[in-house]
C-alpha cells in the first residue's frame, strides 16, 4: 500500500538533455567532487516561474483552507437553515462549528507520518479526497448529526492542508525568498476569505430554502484539481527524496527549480545534513519522542508558541465575531455592519501582499514586532470606540471604529499572519521536519478551537474586555519573541542550516570522558563554508 501511494518513477531531464546531462554522482565516495564526464552538461537557469506556478497550485490547499474559515458565517445565522436543522440550542449551533477545528487537530497531526511515509505531495493530494467526502457529506445534510460529521471529515482534510502545504513549499523555496513563498501561500488563503463572503452574500438572495448547499458544494472543483495534480504533475520535494535515497531525482527536481549550478551545491548539503542528523537520531529512529528531548525540546517549545500566539492575539477573535464587533461600536445598521464585515476580507486580501513584496528584506523577529505593535494599538483603539459607543450611541463618530480592526488585520497579515506558518515550517532538522511542523500546526489549531469557544462568553460578559485581553496576549508575545528561549533569526538561511543554527547538529557534545567532541565542531564549520556559498536569485 506504502509503495503503490508514494511516487516511485524516476524524475529525469528533459529528453533534449539526456544525452549530455551528467547528473551528480550517488556514490558516497564521490561526495566531495562531481562526477566528471567526458564533457560539462548543459547549464540550466533558475526557474522561478516553475517555482511560483507551484506553489500557487500547491496553495489551493491554502484557497480552501481560507473558504472554510468564512463559509459558515452566514449559513449558521440563516433562518432557513435553521428551520432544516431544527438545533436543539446554541450549544448546537456552536458543536457544528467547533466540530470542524477538532477534525483540524486530528488532520495536522497526520502529516507528522504521512509526509514522510507516502512524500509531501501525494499526502496533500490523498487530504483532497478526504476534503471532498466531507464536503459532499455536508453539502446533501439534513440534520445537526450529519452535518457535524462532514464538518469534522473536512476538518481532517483541512488540518492536513494546513501542515503540508506549508511544509512543501518551504522545503521547494530558495532560502532568500522562503519568507515571500509562503507569503503567496497566505495571500490566497486571504482571497479565499474574501471571495466566500460575496459568494455566501449572493447565493443567500437565492428564493431557495436551499441556497446554502451551493458554497458548501462548490470546493470540491478545487478539491478535485488539486488531488489530481498533486498525483499526477507536482513533483515529489526534493528534501523527501533525500530521505529515501533517491538522490538523481532529488538532483533533477532542484536543478528543474534552482538550476543547476545552485542544485548541486544543495544536494550536497542536503545529503550531509541528512545524513549527520540520521546519525545523532539513529538511537530512535526520528520519533515523536525526539520532539521533546534535548535541543529539539526547544525548537518545539519555539514553533508551538509562535502558532499558539498567533492565535490568541486576536485575529480570529476578531474576524469570527466582526459583526458584533461592529454593533456594540456603535454601528447599529445590518447592511452597514455586513458591509464593514466584507470589508475585513478586502482588507485582509490587499494586506497580504506585504509579506509576498517585502518579507524577506527583513528578519522574522522584526516583522513579528513591527506586528504585535501595531496590532495592539489597533485594539486599543476598538476598546475607546466601544466604550464612546456606550456613552453616546448616536455620535457619527462611532463609524471611526471601522478603521481599527481593518488597521490589525494589516498589521497582523504582514507579520504573523505569514511569520508563523514560514518559522514553524522551517526551524526543525529534516528528520523531525513533517513531525514539528504537525505539531506546530495542532497547536495553532488547538489555539483556535479555544480563542472560538471563550470570545462569546467573555465578550457577553465583560464587552471590550475581550479585546483587553488580546493585547495582555500580545505584550506577552512581544516577550516570547524578544527574549523567551532566545528566538533565533532564520531570515535567508537554508533548511540544512537550521540544525547548526539550534545546536541540533550533534557538535559540542560531551563525550564519555568529558571532552568535547571538536573533530564534529570542525566538520560542522566546514559544511557551514559550503552552505553559504549560496547562488542569488
Known sequence: MKNFIKQTAPIRPPASLRAEYSAVSTSEDDMDGPHQADSSPQSRPPNMTYVYGLTCFVSLGGFLFGWDQGVM??????DRWLRLMQPANDWSVGFVVSIYNIGCVIGALT??????AWGRERTISLASVVFIIGALL?????????????RFILGLGVGAYSAGVPLYISEIAPAKLRGRIVGILMMILCFAEMVVFFVDFAFFFLESDDWWRLPLAIQVVPALILAVGCWTWVPPSPRWLVAEQRYDCALEVLTRLHGSAAAEEEIRSIREVVQEQADVLEHSNASWADMFRGPVLRVTLLGTGIQMFQQITGTNGIFYYAPELFKKGGITDPTLANLATGGVGVTLFLSSWIPVLYYDRFGRKTWFQIGLIGMVFALAGICVLQQHAADYPHSKFNYVIVMFPYMFFTFFNMSWSSGSWAYAAEIFPPPLRAKGNALCTASLWISNFVVAQVSPPIESATGYGLYIIFIINCVFAFIFVRYFLGLVETKGRSLEDMADLFGINGAGVKGEDGIENTVTQGKTKLMNLKRHAETDY
Not at 502529516?111 to 514522510?116: E, L, S, W
Not at 455536508?138 to 462532514?150: D, E, K, L, R
Open 73 to 78: 458565517a452566514m449559513i449558521i445565522a440563516d
Open 111 to 116: 502529516i507528522g507520518f504521512f509526509a514522510d
Open 138 to 150: 455536508q453539502a446533501a445534510s439534513y440534520t445537526v448529526a450529519q452535518i457535524s460529521t462532514g
